[in-house]
Each structure stands twice: as structure tokens, then as C-alpha cells.
């Protein structure tokens, strides 16, 4: 007899324990499994994360990151980077399961090598003056607040010619990179890329609604050919934008960073937004299936998350885990929030959804206030 004939009877009878085991015992040996048993498990009704939410405090990170910088090289590490990685899924590389977050200290005098890998990376300021990054032999001296990009497979390295330590916050698509298991990574052929492109020939060029006429233009690239995006015109736009537009109930004032040549997102696995939350303002809670990096670029406010109150300040950084209740509020002063989202992965799949929170006229109780570290 047959496997198959004893476990589909269509008089309901089903077979005993012992021979379903028996059964899938037997389907082991072909490198197979019955659905039935992770049935539910595959299909949840909703998203299950393992990553929870988390706060990496600006005061925590800031000095052990200069304590990094007495115990090893740029050059010896490569990139002198403290990675954030979640409590909940210390396993994996990320602050959420598709964003890699970081911190990275470069030293005056430094230079971190010239490589290209097939992640795609953006750095945010937050503090230092003199240090550039070089893509594709463009030099781009870095302020604080300024984003760079360097998009897959770009050419890439960092100095620091001025006289004080930078330190950056790196997003990375590292997570989703790997499991899609599309790791690649070239070394320069020199320690630096020579600077072959005009300083800021990026932003000159496409960072101003002034393209080249069509024949001159290089082939379209599913990424923007700005390197660049800086403060004070992104917070500039911000506070123009607060000028008489309502805000949004979940996010405040906010402005998507965008590829001039499509009014796209500015990488194909990382959006960027830059959000203000006026003095006073509260903002509904909500959740949905994109997952986030939160950066404090300025100054002060709280996140409820899941119905813990995370405290932050200038510097700080915290993750937002998918289908996780949020809402944001800046009590005391004016505050900025920079955050990388994986939107534009899940956008083209159809899996963007989101909903507002349910009751209490949409605001979280707060349960607990989070204490910091583990
Ligand atoms: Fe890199
Ligand atoms: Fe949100």
C-alpha cells in the first residue's frame, strides 16, 4: 500500500499518529516535508518579527566609538564601525530585518580604503567637519546632517583632512543583501581612488533641475545620480514646507529624499525622509509592513513603541521593527527626525499596507519607559 492511500481517506478516518510520523519520515529521505505541519506557521494571519524595537543613545555610543578609535586603524578595520544590531535577532546584521544601521569614527590624517560591494550604503552626519567621501573619483566633503550616497557596485572610499574626529550613522541594505545571497564585494586597486570629477559634480549637475540635454545624458541608473543631499538645504525645504501645509497625522512635517531624474526614491532597497515635529506637536499611532531606522538629527522628543516610551535626543538612533505600533512626539522644542525605510522594496512587490491604531482616539498607552541597554 501506498503512503499517499492512508493518510487521504475520504471518509475522514486519517491515519494514527505513528504512521503520519512514520510518513514524513519517509518524505525526509526525497528531501521533502508535508505543508501540514508549518502550515500555520508560514502563513501567519499578520506579520511575526523577531526584531524588537531598540535605542542606541547617542551618549552611550559617542564615547565608545572614540574609544574605537585608540584601539584600532581605519586602515587596519577597514571602516571603524560599531554596528547596531537588535536584541531581538542578534543573529543577523541589522537594526531591523532588512536595515543595517551603524556608527563610523574616522580620524583626522585617516583614510578608509577604496572598495565597491553590492549593498548599497548612505551615511548621515552627526558630528566633525573635514572628512569626504570619494564616489566614482568625486570628492564630497561631508558637514553634519549632510546624506551621501554610495549606491551597489559604486566606487568608494573615505578621509578625514580636517582636524577633528567625524562620526556618521551608516544605513546599509546589508540584511536583505544576504538573503538574497547577492554578496559582492571589489577591492581598488589602491588604497584611494584618484579624485577624477569635479568637487560636487553630482549635485552641480543634477542637484540643481539642470540636466544635460538628452544626448549628453548617461544612461538612466535605477538610482539618483545626486551622491550628496545637505542639511541646510534639506532643512531649509523642511521649514518651508511647515509653513503653511497641515502636517501629517502620523508623521508631522516630512519630506522624502528623491532622485531628481524620476522623483523616485534615491536607491532601490533605502528611501530617505527628513521629518520636523513642532514644539508640542503629538502624532498618532500606526503601523505598517515597511520597517525603519530613526536618526535624531535635532533636538528633542519621544517615540512610543509598542507601548514603550523611548526618550530621544540629538544623536540617538532607533530601530522600527515591521507592523510595530509607533507614534512620535516633540514636547519641548522643535525636533528632526532623519529615518531610512525599506518602502521602495516592498512598494513594487504590492506588500505596502498600514493601518492607524485602533483606540484611545489613536494614541498609545504608554506601558514602560525604556531603560537603555539590555
Ligand atoms: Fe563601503
Ligand atoms: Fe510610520
Redesign the pocket.
Known sequence: MSPESKVSSPSGAVASLSEREQFSAELERFEMKPLWLIYRDVLTKQPRAREVPFLWSWNVVRPLLLRAGGLITAAEAE?RVLMFLNPGNPAQIGATATLYAAAQLILPGETARA???SPA?LRFVIEGEGAYTCVEGEKIFMKPGDLVL?PAMVW?DHGNDGNEPVMWLDGLDIPLTAALNCMFLDEFPSLSQTESAPRERSEKLYGRALFPSETLAPAAKPYSPVWAYRWAEAREALACLAQGSAPDRFDGTILRYVNPANGGEVLPSMGCRLQLLRKGERMAAHRHTTSAVYHVAEGSGHSILDGIRFDWRKGDTFAVPIWLWHEHAAPTEDAVLFSVTDEPVLAPLGLLRSEPYPENGGFQAVRSVFQGSR
Open positions: 571602516r572598495h565597491r560591494h550604503a554610495t568608494h
